[in-house]
């Protein structure tokens, strides 16, 4: 919910838990998808921590990829962009979701560690026809704004099934120095740090992270 094409969220009294982690758990439940491999990338990982935590029985494996919810810091950018007005001015003004903005896809290579990393034409056009329905700026303010809300720290002793701690060493997003140490806190956890990689290790260095997730997901 509140991505691609999937049913919109308000993003002005956004409910992560009902209007997110409920879906995904009923999807779930709906479908009969035990046991599965649960991965979470960003906020995903906050929703897949939940699931892990929640269905012991059901999630057989868990991954998480520079996921949310390991701390509640906050750089000074960061917190005037928690202020929802101003992040919704920002998005119809100097991020405004059309094509001609290149403002737009710098917005999008932040996540990167290589801003010229070559990404498809099909992937560019894809993200602006979503920026346009949903707005991925107002989602981010709201996060930074319930940082402490999705704090996950009370969460991690719960999940005993092996997971795997997935981060891009030079992650500006959810930084790598503020995640480390939670990682001790999983009783059966892994974690693997992507090299050359930002926010997006799994696109960013492919080749590297799929061979690392592979090896988990056989052992």
């Excluded at 993200?127 to 402490?148: C, D, G, P, T």
């Excluded at 720290?153 to 795997?164: D, G, K, L, R």
């Amino acid at each position: 919910p509140g991505s691609g094409h999937s049913s919109a969220v308000s993003f002005t009294k956004p409910r992560f838990h009902e209007d997110i982690v409920n879906i995904v758990s009923s999807f779930i439940n709906t479908l009969n998808l035990r046991p599965l491999t649960v991965f979470g990338h960003s906020f995903g990982g906050r929703v897949a921590m939940r699931l892990a935590a929640n269905g012991k029985d059901s999630v057989r494996r868990l991954v998480l990829v520079g996921s949310t919810g390991f701390s509640t810091q906050a750089a000074l950018p960061e917190l005037i962009l928690s202020l929802y007005p101003v992040a919704w001015c920002v998005s119809k003004t100097l991020l405004k979701p059309q094509r001609k903005n290149t403002l737009l896809e710098k917005f999008l290579r932040s996540a990167f560690y290589n801003p010229h990393t070559k990404l498809p034409g099909e992937f560019i056009d894809y993200f602006y026809e979503n920026m346009q329905r949903s707005h991925n700026l107002l989602f981010v303010s709201r996060l930074i704004a319930a940082r402490k809300e999705l704090d996950a720290s009370n969460m991690f002793s719960n999940i005993a099934c092996p997971t795997m701690l997935v981060w891009g060493e030079h992650d500006a997003i959810v930084p790598l120095q503020h995640a480390r140490a939670c990682f001790g806190a999983f009783p059966n956890a892994h974690a693997e740090v992507i090299a050359g990689a930002g926010h997006v290790p799994q696109i960013e260095q492919a080749l590297v992270f799929n061979e690392r997730i592979t090896q988990f997901l056989n052992t």
